[in-house]
């Protein structure tokens, strides 16, 4: 069994910070890329921004030079700083992982249940 698990999600001003981790746990083989989407309401899920196993980034146009996506492979943990938040990030942040269960011959994506981030004064 796999688990993904996020915390850090929260309430914040414009122009505040936050910062989303997400842990992989149970029995897990391997782990390629890793991400953070976010779907806020009425619309639908949208990438945020996504770091391989080698450490290659890419990140949505709306939170380039706002938002940076890091790993701890050692941890299976991937993080997510936010700043400069602003009120249109606001949305349900969703941790993904594409990975390989000792369990399986194949990598396939795994979800977290989904962190609530609000900015709002």
């Known amino acids: 069994q796999v688990q993904l698990v996020e915390s850090g999600g929260g309430l914040v001003q414009p122009g505040g910070s936050l910062r989303l981790s997400c842990a992989a746990s149970?029995?897990?083989?391997?782990?390629?890329?890793m991400g953070w989407y976010r779907q806020a309401p009425g619309k639908q899920r949208e990438l945020v921004a996504r770091i391989t196993s080698g450490g290659m980034t890419n990140y949505a146009d709306s939170v380039k030079g706002r938002f940076t996506i890091s790993r701890d492979n050692a941890k299976n943990t991937v993080y997510l700083q936010m700043n400069s938040l602003k009120p249109e990030d606001t949305a349900v942040y969703h941790c993904n992982a594409n990975l390989r269960s000792r369990s399986s011959s194949w990598a396939r994506d795994y979800w977290g249940q989904g962190t609530q981030v609000t900015v709002s004064s």
């Open positions: 149970g029995s897990i083989f391997s782990i390629n890329a």
